[in-house]
């Protein structure tokens, strides 16, 4: 299994949606049993600027972190979707043990 998890802006957008909404939509329609998206409270990214959640940090600048659990094949066909539509976002694969106790 994999961990596979995109960075993403809150203000991307794509097909008129937010990026992090078309993203777990595309993962459900390829099968995906399930995904999540985290917002960041505090970051800072590639330009070293500190982002804050505050009342001021309106403009979309925060950080989201969209994930799934998925099998080579479903990891495979998702990246695939991505590069279909021209995107391209950053990401990290990990391979995971699941279980349930």
Same mark, same amino acid.
Do not use: R, Y
């Given at each position: 299994m994999n961990l596979l998890s995109f960075y993403i802006s809150e203000k991307q957008?794509?097909?008129g949606m937010p990026m992090y909404e078309w993203l777990l939509e595309e993962a459900r329609s390829l099968g995906v049993h399930g995904g999540s998206a985290f917002r960041a409270i505090? @970051?800072?990214g590639r330009h070293g600027r500190m982002h804050e959640e505050t009342f001021f940090e309106l403009a979309g600048e925060l950080a989201?972190?969209?994930?799934?659990?998925?099998?080579?094949?479903?990891?495979e066909q998702l990246l695939e979707k991505i590069r279909?539509? @021209?995107l391209k976002l950053f990401h990290v694969r990990q391979r995971v043990q699941t279980g349930g106790i």
């Open positions: 957008h794509h097909a505090a @970051g800072f989201v972190k969209v994930e799934f659990i998925v099998d080579d094949t479903l990891a279909s539509h @021209g």
